[in-house]
């Protein structure tokens, strides 16, 4: 596609309800970025891929949350019982290179949750 | 669409006036630098990029200056335009490691 895509773009989930966020990266992009941006702040990184593999899950808040490439292509942020403190807008990027994000890095409008 | 902060500073500027937007930053590590803005609603969006062996570097219509002394970046937007209105954020990296996003400033340009 023309750029990265991102679905749902908004989304309301009841506390303690599961939920799965989809990354469609820019087509032929090797790397994959998840980042976490509540109101009013910046966003905070989450986890990173290098085409299927996750090589840094170091943002990860808590083991609710998981994140999977299984073809290097699509990606999902996936977020158990959600709670309160998930609501945020979720950012995924994509990069043509395979090393950490740079200029190069695309993002897409993101995916708002509320958790009510 | 919605908004990405409530509570930034905002820096407010006169249409066809000169904007300079700062950022302290952190990590004297911190070797390289971006800017991205954000418009409501959207993902952010590159601007200008730097590495820590410059100190000055110009794109079109803006320029990043680069203190490493006092851990400080800024972007300068000349001949600021309503299409600039956004929230600008400032990141660094530390080589190997993720970015690092700054808490933004929202840009208004006034006509």
């Known amino acids: 596609g023309a750029g990265v895509s991102q679905s749902p773009r908004y989304k309301v989930a009841k506390r303690g309800q599961d939920v799965a966020l989809r990354c469609d990266p820019i087509?032929?992009?090797?790397?994959l970025f998840w980042y976490q941006q509540a109101l009013g702040q910046g966003p905070e990184f989450l986890t990173y891929?290098?085409?299927?593999?996750?090589?840094?899950k170091s943002g990860l808040p808590s083991d609710r949350f998981f994140a999977e490439r299984p073809e290097g292509s699509v990606s999902t942020l996936k977020i158990q019982r959600t709670q309160q403190e998930d609501s945020a807008v979720y950012l995924c990027?994509?990069?043509?290179?395979?090393?950490?994000?740079?200029?190069?890095?695309?993002f897409g409008q993101g995916t708002r949750l509320t958790v009510v | 669409g919605e908004s990405v902060g409530l509570h930034l500073p905002t820096l407010s500027v006169q249409e066809g006036d000169n904007s300079i937007i700062n950022c302290a930053y952190s990590?004297?590590?911190?070797?390289?630098f971006i800017w991205y803005k954000q418009e409501s609603g959207k993902g952010p969006q590159f601007i200008i990029d730097?590495?820590?062996?410059?100190d000055k570097r110009q794109g079109q219509r803006v320029t990043v200056l680069l203190n490493k002394t006092v851990k400080h970046l800024s972007l300068q937007i000349a001949a600021t335009q309503p299409g600039d209105s956004a929230v600008y954020f400032c990141?660094?990296?530390?080589?190997?490691?993720?970015?690092?996003f700054g808490p933004g400033t929202r840009l208004s340009v006034l006509p």
């Open positions: 730097i590495r820590s062996n410059m």
């Open positions: 990141a660094e990296n530390n080589y190997g490691q993720n970015f690092v």
């Open positions: 990027a994509s990069s043509l290179e395979g090393r950490v994000m740079s200029g190069s890095a695309f």
């Open positions: 891929f290098q085409n299927e593999a996750q090589l840094d």
């Open positions: 087509s032929g992009h090797v790397s």
């Open positions: 990590n004297s590590a911190s070797d390289y």
